[in-house]
């Protein structure tokens, strides 16, 4: 063990994130590289019933961090998803839950390199594609090992960067609209929208697909849980944050999504490009595009620093629990867990193989988004089922929460309804079924991997996982 390191208590992961950090921690999770690179994708198989797929989505998530702010409000011991698994469904829960969200944390990083190495390209056609995918995986690594205060900076600033990108990108799209813009002989019109075939161009089957990259789109919006651990006053910034989620969805997915396909023709996006991009640049405006590249770039690092950043925080609580090696529990005299970071932030370097292994960064993009969305849906799944079991085990708490879900009798099961649908989906079409079947194999690697670890703390005397207190945090205030 280092002089710099010692055995940290899950206390030492200490609360440094302000209310401004987790108000835009929230916002800024729920834009990332689904939004700006992925959308393209959308459009191209789903046309303009996306706009569709993205509210039906975003209605299901905002109950899902409705039920999650509930839950963790109910007990400020709770610190991730894998807490609230296993203090209601069982240590089993806790190690599944725990270890999943690390992993599809993983995953999504890598998608989030490999689609800044497709806008690296953007400026340098001709570099390898290993030097940019080395490059961001070195500097994410670097930034998660500073203590906590400064990741809720550099995540402010990014969120800023890309709030304002966006609402620019809609105020100029409305002053085209207005002036009667017209590039190439087409005119700027609200009715680009649904004058090639209506909003369902694709038929019902192109509106279903839809629903598979949309899931992987909202990955990132219950950092707002995970980062709650780490906040001031968990009970006062928790519940502005999640209210919020309505008003984003329809403003940066909805309203920029609808701004793009009226001053560009849906039909003339490309897949596997941002059409936030090539809104400009089919527009004319080839400096607005440099720049707009710039900002997705930057939205796409902001992402993947999340992601190190959540995964390393569940990775910490699965070695206090006993279910990962002790050594990962160790925090340096920060408070920051060092060896959590190097062990999370080494495995994005498997982005540059995989880059090199198929067609590129789209085909990797897209293999790698959906075996994502196939696991966050399991996450997502276990806070629905967490919570059913906390009304029934906890109506006191239930009535007592001053931040309850509402209908909360019928919503988890109108949520894991939508679940089956969206893993339906995401079978239906090919170019997303073999990723999504490949999911059961990490399950199965799971249950094997619980069997044996629950043998060794059985033998060696153990719990099968942390206790979580019930009295009330020192630092819950009302």
């Known amino acids: 063990m280092s002089l710099t390191e010692k055995a940290a208590p899950p206390e030492e992961m200490k609360r ?34 996306i706009l569709f797929v993205y509210a039906i989505i975003g209605f299901f998530v905002f109950f899902i961090m409705r039920a999650l702010g509930e839950l963790l409000l109910s007990n400020l011991h709770y610190k991730t998803f894998g807490d609230i698994a296993k203090d209601m469904l069982g240590p089993w829960a806790g190690f599944f839950v725990s270890w999943n969200y690390w992993f599809s944390w993983v995953i999504a990083c890598v998608a989030d390199i490999t689609a800044i190495v497709g806008y690296t390209r953007f400026f340098w056609p001709d570099v390898s594609l290993w030097v940019p ?68 161009p694709m038929g019902f089957s192109g509106f279903v697909l839809g629903f598979q990259m949309g899931v992987f789109s909202f990955i990132g919006v219950e950092l707002v849980g995970t980062t709650a651990a780490e906040t001031e006053n968990p009970r006062r910034t928790l519940p502005k944050a999640i209210n919020s989620i309505v008003v984003r969805i329809l403003i940066f997915y909805v309203g920029s999504l609808t701004v793009i396909m009226s001053i560009t023709p849906w039909s003339e996006l490309k897949a596997g490009e941002s059409p936030f991009v090539q809104t400009f640049l089919l527009a004319g405006f080839v400096p607005a595009a440099l720049v707009m590249n710039l900002v997705v770039l930057t939205s796409a690092a902001s992402s993947a620093n999340s992601g190190v950043y959540s ?168």
């Open 133 to 200: 995918a080395g490059a961001a995986a070195l500097i994410l690594l670097l930034l998660n090992l500073q203590p906590v205060k400064w990741f809720g900076e550099m995540e402010f600033w990014f969120a800023i960067i890309k709030i304002v990108a966006i609402l620019a990108l809609i105020t100029t799209g409305i002053l085209l609209l207005l002036t009667g813009f017209t590039h190439n002989g087409v005119q700027a019109s609200i009715t680009h929208v649904w004058d090639l075939g209506g909003m369902f």
């Open 311 to 478: 995964g390393t925080r569940m990775l910490f609580g699965l070695s206090k629990d006993g279910h990962a090696p002790r050594g990962l529990a160790l925090t340096d005299s920060r408070g920051v867990p060092t060896r959590a970071v190097f062990t999370t932030a080494v495995l994005l370097f498997t982005a540059i193989p995989l880059l090199y292994a198929g067609d590129g960064v789209v085909a990797a993009f897209d293999f790698v988004s959906t075996m994502c969305a196939s696991l966050v849906i399991f996450t997502w799944g276990s806070v629905v089922v967490s919570y059913i079991v906390y009304r029934r085990r906890h109506p006191d708490r239930h009535a007592a929460s001053k931040f309850r879900l509402p209908f909360a009798a019928v919503t988890p099961w109108a949520i894991l309804g939508f679940f089956v649908f969206i893993v339906v989906a995401l079978l239906y079409s090919e170019g997303t079924r073999y990723a999504t079947l490949a999911t059961p194999v990490w399950f199965l690697l799971l249950t094997v991997f619980w069997q044996i670890r629950k043998r060794q703390l059985i033998r060696a005397g153990r719990p099968l996982t942390g206790s979580i207190p019930t009295v009330r945090h020192p630092l819950d205030e009302e």
């Open 16 to 49: 440094g994130l302000k209310n401004r950090h987790l108000q835009l921690i929230a916002i800024g999770g729920a834009i990332g590289t689904g939004l700006f690179m992925g959308s393209g994708r959308l459009v191209s198989v789903s046309g303009p019933s």
